[in-house]
């Protein structure tokens, strides 16, 4: 089972600065089936990105993902209020899904 | 669009079972393939299990093997989760989700991911 490390846990940031959060995979993880996740207090998870750098639908250009084989990273530039949540990053393999322990993105 | 609405919220003594169901609208239920993930008080998501229909298999996360049992019922688009012999740790806000692939004509790559989320089921063990 591959198993995925976030990291930082939590990071303060301001309004209209950038948040780089990485995800690292314990071991080669596809691109295609490596996602990442938005999570508000109180709601389901929304999809963000899917294979590692695709934006889903409605999802804004601040929001970019990258990365390949163990190491993938979501970039937020010029964050806005909306942003501060929980990310995670999942990854699906050998019929079975995974997921990042989260990042937590708060204000500063 | 498609929409899945989960049962509400549930409260059961430890060593007791919960089943918890997920209706699912606007898609083609025979097609979908519906995963369960759990999300304890203040802690990440956990991937429970997923059935999916093309394969005509059901897969579950080792953790909760022979815990956990997903079942679907196509005549009401309805996926169910059961899980067996609750302890206190099972207290989480329980989702079902849709996996979908998606194949991008243009450069022939896939992607799989979770695109659609139930709104959440509250189950809390407690004696």
């Known amino acids: 089972e591959i198993v995925l490390t976030q990291s930082p846990g939590t990071v303060s940031l301001s309004p209209g600065e950038s948040a780089t959060l990485s995800c690292r995979a314990s071991q080669t993880s596809s691109v295609s089936y490596l996602a990442w996740y938005q999570q508000k207090p109180g709601q389901a998870p929304r999809l963000l990105i899917y294979g590692a750098s695709s934006r889903a639908t409605g999802v804004p250009d601040r929001f970019s993902g990258s990365g390949s084989g163990t190491d993938f990273t979501l970039t937020i530039s010029r964050l806005e209020p909306e942003d501060f949540a929980v990310y995670y990053c999942q990854q699906y393999g050998s019929s079975s899904w995974t997921f990042g322990q989260g990042t937590k993105v708060e204000v500063k | 669009q498609v929409q899945l609405v989960q049962s509400g919220a549930e409260v059961k003594k430890p060593g007791s079972s919960v089943k918890v169901s997920c209706k699912a609208s606007g898609g083609t239920f025979s097609n979908d393939d519906i995963n369960w993930v759990r999300q304890a008080p203040g802690q990440g998501l956990e991937w429970l299990g997923g059935?999916?229909?093309?394969?005509?298999?059901?897969k579950y996360a080792q953790k909760f093997q022979g815990r956990v049992t997903i079942t679907t019922d196509e005549s009401t688009s309805t996926a169910y989760m059961e899980l067996s012999s609750l302890r206190s740790d099972d207290t989480a806000i329980y989702y079902c989700?849709?996996?979908?692939?998606?194949?991008?004509?243009?450069?022939?790559?896939?992607?799989?991911?979770?695109?659609?989320w139930g709104q959440g089921t509250l189950v809390i063990v407690s004696s």
């Open positions: 989700a849709r996996a979908f692939e998606n194949v991008d004509t243009l450069t022939g790559s896939y992607s799989r991911y979770f695109d659609y």
């Open positions: 059935h999916t229909p093309i394969f005509h298999s059901t």
